[in-house]
């Protein structure tokens, strides 16, 4: 089964801290997403990378960042936290052409900025 | 731009009986996966059943069937013999170029016993 974990379920920061959000995956996905979540909006994508320090944006990358310095980890940062990215926070991997790329979720990780 | 509806925020759904979830989307491409996502309370997204486009034959696993209606640009889920298990927020999504997912707002399924 692929198995895709997130360093945190909760985290609480203040407004301006840069925070970090960690994704791995252990399948050797080639892509991997970072989704917000918001009620009555569905989730959002807000980067994507389809291989190693390759990224890009995705609908909503306004105010975030991300890294992917190796295969299985994809790391979204806030450089500058703010209000309105409390949320939760969902990283996805896929592998290209597998049952319509077929996405395979972690927990997910419910942010508060205060 | 593809778009994704869920019309219906809170579905509710007698234990055994059967409930359907409405989906529509809107697409210039006719090549495309659609999917269907269940996200039970503070537990992990997983995926319920998907369809290819080019099939005709709607997709069925166990208990979850879709109506895939490409002409009208539909795709709702039916979940029969409803469980307690069931209950939880489901996500209908289209896949885009890439693998990137557009999804729906979202459909909160609750099963009463």
């Known amino acids: 089964d692929v198995k895709v974990t997130q360093s945190s379920r909760y985290l609480v920061k203040r407004t301006g801290e840069k925070v970090f959000l960690e994704c791995v995956q252990d399948?050797?996905?080639?892509?991997m997403f970072w989704y917000r979540q918001d009620p009555g909006l569905g989730l959002r994508l807000i980067y994507f990378?389809?291989?190693?320090?390759?990224?890009e944006k995705g609908d909503i990358p306004e105010g975030y960042s991300v890294s992917r310095e190796k295969k299985e980890r994809f790391s979204l940062i806030l450089e500058s936290a703010s209000t309105n990215q409390t949320s939760m926070y969902l990283c996805a991997s896929s592998h290209p052409g597998a049952g319509g790329d077929t996405q395979y979720f972690g927990p997910g990780t419910r942010l508060t900025v205060l | 731009a593809q778009t994704v509806t869920q019309s219906q925020p809170e579905m509710s759904v007698q234990e055994a009986e059967t409930v359907t979830l409405s989906c529509t989307y809107d697409t210039s491409e006719s090549d495309y996966y659609l999917f269907w996502y269940k996200q039970p309370p503070s537990r992990q997204m997983i995926l319920v059943i998907r369809q290819e486009a080019y099939k005709q034959q709607n997709a069925t696993e166990n208990r979850f069937s879709v109506n895939f209606q490409k002409a009208a640009k539909s795709f709702s889920l039916k979940i029969s013999d409803s469980q307690l298990g069931d209950a939880a927020m489901y996500f209908c999504a289209y896949r885009r170029g890439g693998g990137k997912l557009i999804f729906g707002q979202g459909t909160e399924l609750s099963v009463k016993p």
């Open positions: 990378s389809y291989d190693v320090k390759m990224k």
């Open positions: 399948m050797d996905h080639e892509n």
